[in-house]
């Protein structure tokens, strides 16, 4: 067929005109589509930092909360009103809390320092070691092992990977003395005072023991190097009082699925910001995030007193329940210092699936697992409980230079924007756990 050249240079040119304007057009389509992508991709991070931003502010919320009630010590008034106080923070997520109570022998310090010449040095007992009157006892000031009536040692510094140390060394070969009483000169990553869990509070042994500040190191050496005379005054008052564990039960839609079981301690020395503080932030946002998911398996929640004491609230709470470690689907412990500034997290685990859980979990938050305890070591604390019981379980902690110290407390001691990442982790870790059925 043939055209017209007229006709031709015509069709030429509309075809040309076509062209471009549909090039065109694609291109405006393309760079319509990457700019809807590029718009979605900043309301979807938007979104993610505002979810962070609102758990950072819960968590810090919560330990500034803690933090200002004070001396967090079982059975003490504050631990009492903090109990109270945590149970309203788990209405607020719509779930029902209790209190369940449990009584105990409080120990209250009276008068308790050493005293050489002129010189008097403000401690804290040992509040599972014999005290005692306000006269106290008097003698040489010696070594370990010899025959100074007063001995002077040093307890270790806190580690993360050697948590047991505490039970053994020369704190344990001190009660074991025949010294009439004993000066400990605690040892923290700072100086100051860094106080000792007394894990025989149910069964105190040895002499009087007075807990005092590494910074009175090299006066103490000195004064024990010369065989000084010293007074030690451990005078305290026993008190009976009531202590409570704070629970919680978010329900699930099967109940013929074993419970998940979630605990944290929230009892201490001092105001543990971050000690005890963190873990409870934690907890808090666990049962916040699984009210919302409605999970198919029951998860039984509960904070303990009685931590610092031989793990008085611990004992109690499954005692009470004597089948629940053995026939639980698992044990999560929320241990010491999670959140605490450029501090490296260890877990204890009782098997693979859960190691592979929490390391998933954390890793969706850009956080890693840095120790784990070797699978066959002997475990402390709760860890212990749960190990002898046959559960599976595991325990996340972190490190701290202001363990059982004074100066453990809010803000500088807490990194709120670590602390809500480990939050987020195990809320959502404990939502996909949930959903396994085997």
């Known amino acids: 067929m043939n055209i017209p050249g007229g006709q031709l240079a015509h069709r030429t040119a509309t075809g040309l005109h076509r062209r471009t304007f549909l090039a065109a057009g694609g291109r405006t389509i393309l760079l319509a589509l990457a700019s809807s992508a590029a718009g979605l991709n900043r309301v979807i991070a938007q979104d993610k930092m505002s979810a962070s931003?609102?758990?950072?502010?819960?968590?810090?919320?919560?330990?500034e909360a803690y933090d200002a009630q004070g001396n967090h010590r079982t059975g003490t008034s504050v631990d009492n009103k903090s109990a109270e106080w945590l149970a309203d923070e788990i209405r607020r997520s719509?779930?029902?809390?209790?209190?369940?109570?449990?009584?105990?022998?409080?120990?209250?310090?009276?008068?308790?320092?050493?005293?050489?010449?002129?010189?008097?040095?403000?401690?804290?007992p040992m509040f599972d070691a014999a005290f005692t009157n306000e006269e106290g006892i008097t003698g040489t000031l010696g070594a370990l092992g010899s025959d100074a009536d007063i001995a002077l040692v040093e307890s270790d510094t806190f580690k993360l990977d050697e948590p047991r140390r505490q039970r053994?060394?020369?704190?344990a070969e001190a009660r074991q003395s025949r010294h009439k009483g004993i000066i400990i000169l605690t040892k923290g990553s700072r100086p100051g005072l860094s106080l000792l869990n007394a894990l025989f509070f149910r069964a105190p042994s040895g002499p009087a023991m007075l807990q005092v500040s590494s910074a009175e190191h090299e006066w103490l050496m000195t004064q024990a190097r010369t065989g000084a005379q010293a007074t030690l005054v451990t005078h305290v008052k026993r008190t009976t009082a009531q202590a409570f564990n704070v629970i919680a039960r978010v329900a699930g839609s099967d109940s013929g699925l074993a419970p998940l079981v979630i605990?944290?301690?929230?009892?201490?020395?001092?105001?543990?910001?971050?000690?005890?503080?963190?873990?409870?932030?934690?907890?808090?946002?666990?049962?916040?995030v699984l009210a919302a998911a409605k999970p198919a398996r029951d998860c039984l929640f509960a904070a303990f007193s009685g931590h610092e004491l031989g793990l008085l609230g611990v004992d109690t709470y499954f005692e009470s329940r004597p089948d629940l470690i053995k026939h639980s689907y698992a044990c999560i412990f929320l241990g010491a210092n999670i959140g605490a500034p450029r501090q490296p997290n260890l877990i204890q685990v009782s098997d693979v699936p859960l190691e592979v859980w929490i390391a998933d979990a954390l890793q969706k938050q850009g956080l890693v697992v840095n120790q784990k305890a070797p699978p066959e070591s002997e475990r402390r604390g709760e860890a212990a409980i749960f190990q002898g019981g046959g559960a599976r379980y595991l325990v996340l902690a972190c490190g701290s230079d202001v363990f059982h110290s004074a100066a453990?407390?809010?803000?500088?001691?807490?990194?709120?924007?670590?602390?809500?990442?480990?939050?987020?982790?195990?809320?959502?870790?404990?939502?996909?756990?949930?959903?396994q059925r085997s």
């Not at 931003?53 to 330990?63: G, L, T």
């Not at 001092?270 to 946002?285: D, I, T, V």
């Not at 670590?418 to 959502?428: D, F, G, M, Q, V």
């Open 94 to 124: 719509g779930t029902e809390p209790s209190l369940e109570s449990f009584t105990l022998s409080r120990v209250d310090p009276l008068s308790c320092y050493l005293r050489i010449a002129d010189r008097r040095i403000e401690g804290v």
């Open 263 to 288: 605990v944290a301690p929230r009892s201490g020395w001092w105001q543990c910001a971050s000690e005890r503080g963190g873990g409870l932030a934690c907890w808090l946002e666990t049962i916040r």
């Open 53 to 63: 931003n609102e758990v950072e502010q819960r968590v810090a919320a919560i330990v």
């Open 168 to 171: 053994g060394g020369t704190i």
């Open 408 to 435: 453990d407390r809010w803000p500088d001691e807490v990194d709120v924007a670590i602390l809500a990442r480990y939050a987020t982790s195990i809320a959502n870790g404990v939502v996909e756990l949930v959903r």
